[in-house]
């Protein structure tokens, strides 16, 4: 149980494109969703905080314009990064929880975006 | 702020020797302690989770970690390491009077020597 579905795994764009990126949990209703950017050989990097129906809470240092969160269901959010440009290359990756304090979030199993 | 310490950025072992990842949290309050594995392109795989009930948690794959108050610790061990353990590791904590963020340690790479 508590499956994290994540949608592309690898996407590779032209620079000034819009990327989508889905995270869907399959079996459970996620009360909050995360998302999260990873850089090579690094540690995870939470950029935002994602409730269902209500506006993402970003983590400072994270251009709101530039990745719009979407959290329109309970068992969806979508970030989509905004005029892309190689420096947003990277590896995002989503998380899901249910229910109350303690529960672990679940992953996605990432995306790797590359911008040309 | 609560942070997370995971002492060796890469631990390497012979298969079939014992595995010790460390972990140490700051909060003076026990937290929510969790550790994930990540392989290759992939997103994080939860082992074990530390709520407040036994200190000693077993996970999956063979891996168990024990809660220790007194040493602010929840290190990591399999008794014996298998090939397909060569990973990265995360320990993670969850405040427990906070969102339900996680705040994750900066990782240890797990090398499995044949």
């Known amino acids: 149980g508590a499956v994290v579905s994540q949608h592309p795994s690898w996407v590779i764009c032209k620079s000034g494109t819009s990327v989508k990126i889905e995270c869907r949990s399959l079996?459970?209703?996620?009360?909050?969703m995360f998302w999260y950017r990873q850089f090579p050989k690094q540690s995870l990097m939470l950029m935002a905080t994602?409730?269902?129906?209500?506006?993402?809470?970003?983590e400072q240092g994270v251009e709101k314009d530039k990745f719009l969160i979407n959290h329109a269901s309970l068992t969806l959010s979508t970030l989509t990064v905004t005029s892309a440009h190689p420096e947003d290359s990277s590896f995002y990756i989503c998380?899901?929880?249910?229910?109350?304090?303690?529960?672990?979030?679940?992953f996605g199993d990432g995306t790797r975006l590359s911008i040309l | 702020a609560q942070s997370v310490t995971q002492l060796g950025s890469h631990v390497s072992v012979s298969e079939g020797a014992l595995v010790l990842l460390r972990c140490n949290y700051s909060?003076?309050?026990?937290?929510?302690l969790f550790w994930y594995v990540q392989y290759p392109n992939q997103g994080l795989q939860l082992l074990l989770k530390?709520?407040?009930?036994?200190?000693l948690v077993k996970g999956i794959n063979g891996f168990e970690a024990e809660f220790k108050k007194s040493e602010t610790s929840f290190h990591l061990t399999k008794p014996s390491a298998h090939m397909s353990d060569a990973a990265e590791y995360f320990c993670?904590?969850?405040?427990?009077?906070?969102?339900?963020?996680?705040?994750f340690g900066s990782g240890t790479r797990l090398l499995v020597r044949p």
């Open positions: 998380s899901a929880i249910q229910g109350s304090q303690g529960q672990p979030q679940h």
């Open positions: 079996d459970f209703q996620a009360t909050t």
């Open positions: 994602s409730n269902e129906g209500s506006k993402a809470t970003y």
């Open positions: 909060s003076s309050v026990p937290p929510y």
């Open positions: 530390y709520t407040s009930a036994a200190t």
């Open positions: 993670a904590v969850s405040d427990r009077s906070s969102s339900y963020k996680l705040i």
